[in-house]
Protein backbone atom coordinates (compact mmCIF):
# COMPACT_ATOMS: atom_id res chain seq x y z
CA UNK A 1 0.00 0.00 0.00
CA UNK A 2 1.35 3.30 -1.19
CA UNK A 3 1.62 5.90 1.52
CA UNK A 4 2.12 9.98 0.22
CA UNK A 5 3.42 12.32 3.15
CA UNK A 6 3.24 15.67 2.78
CA UNK A 7 5.83 17.41 5.22
CA UNK A 8 5.57 20.51 6.10
CA UNK A 9 4.46 22.23 2.68
CA UNK A 10 4.90 25.95 2.01
CA UNK A 11 5.17 27.81 -1.22
CA UNK A 12 5.02 31.01 -1.33
CA UNK A 13 4.72 33.33 -4.59
CA UNK A 14 6.31 36.82 -4.00
CA UNK A 15 4.21 38.54 -0.93
CA UNK A 16 1.64 35.73 -1.67
CA UNK A 17 1.23 31.87 0.15
CA UNK A 18 -0.35 29.97 -1.66
CA UNK A 19 0.73 27.01 0.83
CA UNK A 20 1.29 27.01 4.36
CA UNK A 21 3.27 24.39 6.30
CA UNK A 22 0.86 21.68 4.91
CA UNK A 23 1.16 18.51 6.43
CA UNK A 24 -0.79 15.18 5.49
CA UNK A 25 -1.01 11.91 4.45
CA UNK A 26 -2.59 9.87 1.55
CA UNK A 27 -3.16 6.11 1.82
CA UNK A 28 -4.93 3.72 -0.60
CA UNK A 29 -8.79 4.85 -1.05
CA UNK A 30 -10.08 8.28 -1.64
CA UNK A 31 -8.51 10.98 -0.47
CA UNK A 32 -10.50 14.65 -1.13
CA UNK A 33 -8.68 17.58 -0.71
CA UNK A 34 -11.64 20.01 -0.44
CA UNK A 35 -11.62 23.51 -0.26
CA UNK A 36 -12.68 27.00 -2.08
CA UNK A 37 -11.41 27.96 -5.42
CA UNK A 38 -8.23 29.32 -4.59
CA UNK A 39 -7.54 28.00 -1.46
CA UNK A 40 -4.44 25.74 -2.41
CA UNK A 41 -5.68 22.51 -4.10
CA UNK A 42 -3.96 22.83 -7.51
CA UNK A 43 -0.75 24.04 -6.04
CA UNK A 44 -0.58 20.99 -3.57
CA UNK A 45 -1.62 18.92 -6.33
CA UNK A 46 0.89 20.45 -9.11
CA UNK A 47 3.47 20.11 -6.25
CA UNK A 48 2.40 16.20 -5.39
CA UNK A 49 2.69 15.44 -9.34
CA UNK A 50 6.19 17.24 -9.10
CA UNK A 51 5.27 19.74 -11.72
CA UNK A 52 5.96 22.19 -9.27
CA UNK A 53 8.51 22.75 -6.80
CA UNK A 54 7.75 23.71 -3.10
CA UNK A 55 9.84 26.78 -1.55
CA UNK A 56 9.57 24.46 2.05
CA UNK A 57 9.10 21.14 2.63
CA UNK A 58 9.07 17.87 0.83
CA UNK A 59 7.16 15.03 -0.56
CA UNK A 60 7.51 11.53 0.48
CA UNK A 61 6.13 8.29 -0.88
CA UNK A 62 6.59 5.34 1.33
CA UNK A 63 9.41 7.00 3.26
CA UNK A 64 11.58 8.15 0.25
CA UNK A 65 11.56 11.87 -0.86
CA UNK A 66 9.92 11.69 -4.65
CA UNK A 67 12.43 13.74 -6.00
CA UNK A 68 15.28 11.47 -5.15
CA UNK A 69 13.25 9.11 -6.80
CA UNK A 70 13.08 10.97 -10.30
CA UNK A 71 11.75 8.65 -12.91
CA UNK A 72 10.92 5.77 -10.34
CA UNK A 73 7.92 8.29 -8.77
CA UNK A 74 6.57 9.81 -12.10
CA UNK A 75 6.51 5.69 -13.36
CA UNK A 76 4.01 4.72 -10.29
CA UNK A 77 1.65 8.39 -10.19
CA UNK A 78 -0.41 9.58 -13.24
CA UNK A 79 -2.44 13.29 -13.08
CA UNK A 80 -5.91 14.45 -14.61
CA UNK A 81 -5.86 17.77 -15.16
CA UNK A 82 -8.78 20.47 -14.76
CA UNK A 83 -8.24 21.59 -17.98
CA UNK A 84 -7.01 18.71 -19.81
CA UNK A 85 -5.29 19.33 -23.29
CA UNK A 86 -6.36 17.71 -26.28
CA UNK A 87 -6.76 17.97 -29.71
CA UNK A 88 -10.25 18.05 -31.16
CA UNK A 89 -9.72 15.96 -34.26
CA UNK A 90 -7.33 13.48 -33.14
CA UNK A 91 -9.63 10.43 -33.09
CA UNK A 92 -9.62 8.97 -29.43
CA UNK A 93 -7.45 5.69 -30.26
CA UNK A 94 -4.69 8.11 -31.59
CA UNK A 95 -5.07 10.15 -28.32
CA UNK A 96 -4.79 6.93 -25.95
CA UNK A 97 -1.71 5.92 -27.97
CA UNK A 98 0.12 8.96 -27.85
CA UNK A 99 -0.29 9.48 -24.38
CA UNK A 100 0.58 5.49 -23.59
CA UNK A 101 3.76 6.45 -25.37
CA UNK A 102 4.28 9.55 -23.50
CA UNK A 103 4.11 6.98 -20.18
CA UNK A 104 6.70 4.27 -21.51
CA UNK A 105 4.58 1.69 -22.37
CA UNK A 106 5.67 -0.59 -25.06
CA UNK A 107 4.47 -0.04 -27.98
CA UNK A 108 3.32 -3.67 -28.41
CA UNK A 109 1.52 -3.62 -25.48
CA UNK A 110 -0.32 -0.21 -26.51
CA UNK A 111 -3.36 -1.22 -28.62
CA UNK A 112 -4.36 -4.57 -25.98
CA UNK A 113 -4.05 -1.98 -23.13
CA UNK A 114 -6.14 0.99 -25.05
CA UNK A 115 -8.91 -1.35 -25.32
CA UNK A 116 -9.28 -2.76 -22.25
CA UNK A 117 -8.87 0.64 -20.25
CA UNK A 118 -11.39 2.13 -22.73
CA UNK A 119 -13.57 -0.59 -21.96
CA UNK A 120 -12.99 -0.64 -18.22
CA UNK A 121 -13.96 3.29 -18.52
CA UNK A 122 -17.26 2.11 -20.57
CA UNK A 123 -16.00 3.83 -23.77
CA UNK A 124 -15.15 0.70 -25.95
CA UNK A 125 -16.86 1.98 -28.36
CA UNK A 126 -15.27 5.38 -28.90
CA UNK A 127 -12.04 4.66 -30.21
CA UNK A 128 -12.73 5.55 -33.88
CA UNK A 129 -14.44 8.86 -32.67
CA UNK A 130 -13.09 12.47 -32.86
CA UNK A 131 -12.32 13.76 -29.51
CA UNK A 132 -14.78 16.63 -30.33
CA UNK A 133 -17.26 14.27 -31.53
CA UNK A 134 -17.76 12.99 -27.77
CA UNK A 135 -19.84 14.51 -24.96
CA UNK A 136 -17.80 15.92 -22.08
CA UNK A 137 -19.08 13.00 -20.32
CA UNK A 138 -17.05 10.34 -22.38
CA UNK A 139 -14.67 12.93 -23.48
CA UNK A 140 -13.61 13.14 -19.28
CA UNK A 141 -13.63 9.29 -19.48
CA UNK A 142 -11.46 9.39 -22.31
CA UNK A 143 -9.09 11.41 -20.25
CA UNK A 144 -9.23 8.99 -17.09
CA UNK A 145 -8.37 6.44 -18.85
CA UNK A 146 -5.56 7.78 -20.45
CA UNK A 147 -4.40 8.69 -16.42
CA UNK A 148 -5.03 5.10 -15.72
CA UNK A 149 -3.51 3.04 -18.90
CA UNK A 150 -0.11 2.79 -16.82
CA UNK A 151 -1.68 1.13 -13.96
CA UNK A 152 -0.62 4.17 -11.49
CA UNK A 153 -0.39 3.22 -7.58
CA UNK A 154 -1.46 7.63 -6.87
CA UNK A 155 -3.85 9.06 -9.23
CA UNK A 156 -4.40 12.72 -8.49
CA UNK A 157 -7.43 14.24 -10.10
CA UNK A 158 -7.97 17.91 -10.43
CA UNK A 159 -11.58 19.44 -9.84
CA UNK A 160 -12.25 16.15 -12.20
CA UNK A 161 -16.18 16.96 -12.16
CA UNK A 162 -15.65 20.07 -13.90
CA UNK A 163 -18.11 20.93 -16.51
CA UNK A 164 -19.97 18.14 -16.41
CA UNK A 165 -23.96 17.88 -15.77
CA UNK A 166 -25.65 15.91 -12.57
CA UNK A 167 -25.85 12.97 -14.51
CA UNK A 168 -22.35 12.59 -16.22
CA UNK A 169 -21.26 13.84 -12.36
CA UNK A 170 -23.15 10.95 -10.60
CA UNK A 171 -21.15 8.42 -13.36
CA UNK A 172 -17.91 9.48 -12.60
CA UNK A 173 -18.28 8.96 -8.76
CA UNK A 174 -18.71 5.56 -9.52
CA UNK A 175 -15.74 4.98 -11.39
CA UNK A 176 -13.65 6.87 -9.19
CA UNK A 177 -14.55 4.80 -6.23
CA UNK A 178 -13.59 1.83 -8.48
CA UNK A 179 -10.11 3.52 -8.62
CA UNK A 180 -9.62 3.75 -4.62
CA UNK A 181 -9.59 0.05 -4.51
CA UNK A 182 -6.15 -0.63 -5.87
CA UNK A 183 -4.39 2.86 -5.80
CA UNK A 184 -4.15 6.39 -3.84
CA UNK A 185 -6.74 8.62 -5.60
CA UNK A 186 -6.42 12.31 -4.41
CA UNK A 187 -9.07 13.87 -5.07
CA UNK A 188 -9.61 18.25 -5.26
CA UNK A 189 -12.74 19.70 -5.43
CA UNK A 190 -15.12 22.56 -3.80
CA UNK A 191 -18.45 20.48 -5.03
CA UNK A 192 -19.62 18.13 -1.74
CA UNK A 193 -21.85 16.29 -3.23
CA UNK A 194 -18.76 14.80 -5.54
CA UNK A 195 -17.22 12.90 -3.03
CA UNK A 196 -19.64 13.21 0.04
CA UNK A 197 -20.24 9.43 -0.95
CA UNK A 198 -17.53 7.94 -1.53
CA UNK A 199 -14.52 9.64 -0.07
CA UNK A 200 -12.42 8.25 2.69
CA UNK A 201 -10.48 10.25 3.77
CA UNK A 202 -11.09 13.83 3.90
CA UNK A 203 -8.11 17.41 3.73
CA UNK A 204 -10.31 20.74 4.33
CA UNK A 205 -8.08 23.56 3.08
CA UNK A 206 -8.74 27.02 3.06
CA UNK A 207 -6.20 30.20 2.03
CA UNK A 208 -3.40 27.43 1.96
CA UNK A 209 -3.73 26.06 5.43
CA UNK A 210 -5.09 22.87 6.33
CA UNK A 211 -8.15 22.95 8.57
CA UNK A 212 -8.26 19.71 9.35
CA UNK A 213 -7.67 16.02 8.45
CA UNK A 214 -9.29 12.86 9.14
CA UNK A 215 -11.61 10.12 7.48
CA UNK A 216 -14.95 10.40 6.43
CA UNK A 217 -16.39 8.54 9.19
CA UNK A 218 -14.92 10.99 11.70
CA UNK A 219 -16.62 14.09 10.61
CA UNK A 220 -19.79 15.14 12.93
CA UNK A 221 -23.44 13.18 11.77
CA UNK A 222 -21.47 11.98 8.98
CA UNK A 223 -22.39 15.63 7.32
CA UNK A 224 -19.40 16.76 5.28
CA UNK A 225 -21.13 19.82 3.88
CA UNK A 226 -22.04 21.61 7.43
CA UNK A 227 -18.63 20.32 8.93
CA UNK A 228 -16.96 21.95 5.90
CA UNK A 229 -19.20 25.63 6.36
CA UNK A 230 -18.26 25.40 10.14
CA UNK A 231 -14.74 24.66 9.24
CA UNK A 232 -14.03 27.45 7.26
CA UNK A 233 -16.37 30.04 9.01
CA UNK A 234 -14.48 29.36 12.13
CA UNK A 235 -11.54 30.43 9.77
CA UNK A 236 -12.81 33.62 9.02
CA UNK A 237 -14.27 35.08 12.14
Not at 79 to 98: A, D, G, T
Not at 128 to 141: F, I, N, W
Not at 156 to 178: H, N, Q, T, V, Y
Request: hydrophobic share 40%; aromatic share 6%; charged share 25%.
Amino acid sequence: MSRLEICNITKQYKKKKALDNVSCTFTEGINTLLGANGAGKSTLMSIISTAASPTLGEVRLDGEEIISLGEKYRELMAMLFQHQPYFPSVKVNEFMRYNAQLKGIPPKKIPELTEKTLQRLGVGECGSMKMKELSGGMRQRVFLAQTIISDPKIIILDEPSAGLDIAERAELKGIIKELGDNAAVIISTHIVSDIEDITDRLFIIEKGRLLWSGGAGDVPKGDISGFYLKMTEREKS
